[in-house]
């Protein structure tokens, strides 16, 4: 298992703070945008026998937002100087075909079980891959255990699509269903339905990473469950239609590169002001009545698959 400690190292003044955001599934060629929020005045960030990047915040802090490659090799370190005072923060960063460490979530950041952030490091597929597995031994076969259902369940007071599913049910929203999939199983299907919470946070770019990550790490396994990522039904509220569309978009394309199938949940629940409708001007967050039952059936006709 390879392992990097990415080392932030931060000014620790009277109101001030400094924060990393990195998102929990990277592939290797990226560099990725990190926002750092710091108290007023001088600042560098780099890793150690690298050249720092000196920062100058405006008296009062602000936020910086710097572009930095991933670390190479191991116990790689990046620090933060201000005024000489210095904190450390740890991540580890873990090829995503290898077994994932996550056990838990920490401020939303997925940890292992010393409370170290992981980062799963993915890798892009190209072309010759494809030809590789065509040319290649047969495929990994199918396993029979019982289907396994993840993500959002879609609860409202009037009920969850998810209820009597014959399926293994994991739920969590965000980051959680990385500590829902850190143990797979042997399942013949995977069902991931997606949050709303990322359609809200406008975190959604970067969701599809999970099936290209899950792929991986279940071929390193040498089984191949059938995978599904159910679009999630049509929010309510105008105003995010167009985002939602996107957004839908977006997991329809990252699931056919990865190897998946999906199923369109908003078409199945209808136009989202009817089928979230509970009484004159009042909407529940998700489906409800019939547009619930015919969720609920959707689900259900695919993991009979």
């Known amino acids: 298992m390879r392992w990097f400690v990415l080392l932030l190292g931060a000014a620790v003044l009277a109101g001030g703070e400094a924060l990393i955001a990195w998102p929990a599934i990277v592939c290797a060629d990226e560099q990725h945008s990190v926002t750092l929020h710091l108290p007023g005045g001088q600042a560098s960030f780099g890793w150690d026998g690298g050249l720092p990047l000196a920062l100058t915040v405006p008296e009062g802090g602000g936020e910086a937002l710097l572009l930095l490659p991933q670390p190479r090799g191991t116990a790689v370190i990046g620090a933060l100087h201000s005024g000489g005072a210095e904190e450390r923060f740890s991540v580890r960063l873990v090829d995503a075909a290898e077994a994932w460490p996550v056990v838990g979530l920490r401020d939303g950041q997925p940890v292992d079980a010393d409370g170290t952030a992981v980062v799963l490091v993915d890798r892009r597929r190209t072309a010759n891959d494809v030809r590789r597995a065509r040319l290649g031994a047969a495929a990994p076969a199918r396993p029979n255990g019982r289907p396994l259902l993840v993500g959002d369940a879609m609860a409202t007071a009037f009920g969850s699509p998810w209820s009597g599913l014959m399926a293994e049910q994991r739920s969590g929203a965000g980051h959680a269903v990385l500590v829902a999939l850190a143990d ?78 999906t199923i369109d949940l908003a078409a199945a629940a209808g136009e989202a002001q009817a089928a979230n409708g509970i009484v004159g001007g009042l909407w529940a967050e998700f489906p409800v009545g019939a547009a619930l039952k015919r969720v609920h059936q959707a689900l259900a006709d695919e993991l009979s698959r």
């Open 184 to 261: 797979p199983g042997r399942p013949r299907s995977i069902v991931w339905c997606p949050d709303q919470v990322a359609l809200i946070a406008g975190t959604w770019a970067e969701e599809g990473r999970l099936c290209s990550a899950l792929s991986r790490r279940l071929a390193a396994l040498g089984i191949a469950p059938r995978l599904v990522v159910a679009l999630p039904p049509a929010p309510v509220d105008p105003a995010r239609r167009d985002e939602a569309s996107g957004r839908a978009q977006a997991l329809r394309a990252a699931a056919y590169a990865a190897g998946w199938q």
